[in-house]
T-cell receptor
Framework: GAVVSQHPSWVICKSGTSVKIECRSL??????MFWYRQFPKQSLMLMAT?????????EQGVEKDKFLINHASLTLSTLTVTSAHPEDSSFYIC???????????FGNGTRLTVT | GQQVMQIPQYQHVQEGEDFTTYCNSS?????IQWYKQRPGGHPVFLIQ?????EVKKQKRLTFQFGEAKKNSSLHITATQTTDVGTYFC????????????FGQGTILTVHP
């Protein structure tokens, strides 16, 4: 089956530093990937749609300069949280689909803690 | 995707009892997808419904899509402790990106 790998699983960083999260589709090509954010016991909030070879599409209220997304190849998308602050601490999950009408396959998520 | 509302937010049941979560929209949905997220895990796809009045079953799980395609439900018969987790419904919009918007989720706790 389709596998999405996300790295790292967890990261602790100091306030003001930047953190990069990688999302890879291991056995399929993904022209589109999606980045979600989840707070404890809450739903998954779509942050942005990552498009291979072009700019990401951000959801309303998500800061583009804060959450940099790069979709460098058909199997890799990265999310960089720039100048992280404690309020950025959250669970970030990426996902991808094999085809437009197929379900989403999620990575294992990255738990970010900013101290 | 279009906004979907999901109820209840929490559900506590005794093992063996049934469980149902509901997903509602004010507008017609092109499809409904259901996912399960175990505690500490990531969402895993369960099923997709696209046809009006569609009913699908997976062992003890029954999924329904309303006739008007504005609501959906997930029913679990005789819950087990392995059913614990958060159940999300989601709508993948009809745009070329097909982004999935999730409901609030229902957190299911099963007491042995």
């Amino acid at each position: 089956g389709a596998v999405v790998s996300q790295h790292p699983s967890w990261v602790i960083c100091k306030s003001g530093t930047s953190v990069k999260i990688e999302c890879r589709s291991l056995d399929f090509q993904a022209t589109t990937m999606f980045w979600y954010r989840q707070f404890p016991k809450q739903s998954l909030m779509l942050m942005a749609t990552s498009n291979e070879g072009s700019k990401a599409t951000y959801e309303q209220g998500v800061e583009k300069d804060k959450f940099l997304i790069n979709h460098a190849s058909l199997t890799l998308s990265t999310l960089t949280v720039t100048s992280a602050h404690p309020e950025d601490s959250s669970f970030y999950i990426c996902s991808a689909r094999v085809g437009l009408n197929s379900p989403l396959h999620f990575g294992n998520g990255t738990r970010l803690t900013v101290t | 995707g279009q906004q979907v509302m999901q109820i209840p937010q929490y559900q506590h049941v005794q093992e063996g009892e049934d469980f149902t979560t509901y997903c509602n929209s004010s507008t017609t949905l092109s499809n409904i997808q259901w996912y399960k997220q175990r505690p500490g895990g990531h969402p895993v796809f369960l099923i997709q419904l696209v046809k009006s009045g569609e009913v699908k079953k997976q062992k003890r799980l029954t999924f329904q899509f309303g006739e008007a395609k504005k609501n959906s439900s997930l029913h679990i018969t005789a819950t087990q402790t392995t059913d614990v987790g958060t159940y999300f419904c989601g709508n993948a919009g009809g745009t070329s990106y097909g982004k999935l918007t999730f409901g609030q989720g229902t957190i299911l706790t099963v007491h042995p």
